[in-house]
């Protein structure tokens, strides 16, 4: 069996492609951004009014207000569009034996992270207008100790049939 271009020395011997994809790029608004969109309005909206008593004290001291004011809107705004773009810059394989997820970001660089499929990893399937897949998890540190970060394919045009390849994958496996 020949090994597509690009994945040779990643596959191992007699490992096939059985689906390749890309999750939605879409900006999506989730309840948990509104809190975030709130304290960044309410921070850009102080340095605004700082900004504005600043310069009527005349010189460009009101200037270093600028810098609050683009982070107050950056906490604002920043997390549903980081999510977008950082979907932009993300494409997902699934194989016979592992589900791969390559991404392509500015400081972070180029990275491809494989997850074995096996008949004991567990699969967590949301159903929604793009299906997302879920078949692993990390920890991020939190202020008070971390938080479970799930790992998958997000947010799938064609969901529902990339899960039935992964239950083929994990009947062919067990």
Known sequence: MTVPAGWEGILDDG???????????????RVAHTASLLFGLAFAGFALFWMIMA?????GFWM?????????????FGPPYWSAWRRRHTWYTLT?????????????????????????????FQDGEK???????????????????????????DGEAVYKLFRDVQRKAG
């Open 55 to 59: 310069s009527q004290a005349g010189g």
């Open 64 to 76: 270093f207000g600028l810098i609050h004011f683009f982070v107050g809107l950056g906490v604002a």
């Open 131 to 157: 299906p997302s897949i879920y078949f692993a998890h990390t920890y991020r540190r939190t202020k008070n100790g971390s938080t479970r970060v799930p790992i998958g394919f997000e947010r799938l045009v």
């Open 96 to 124: 016979d034996r592992r589900a791969f997820i390559a991404t392509d970001l500015p400081l972070q660089g180029r990275k491809l992270k494989s997850y074995p499929i096996d008949a004991k990893t567990p699969l967590d």
């Open 15 to 29: 490992e096939s492609i059985l689906w390749q994809g890309r999750p939605g790029t879409r900006v999506v608004w």
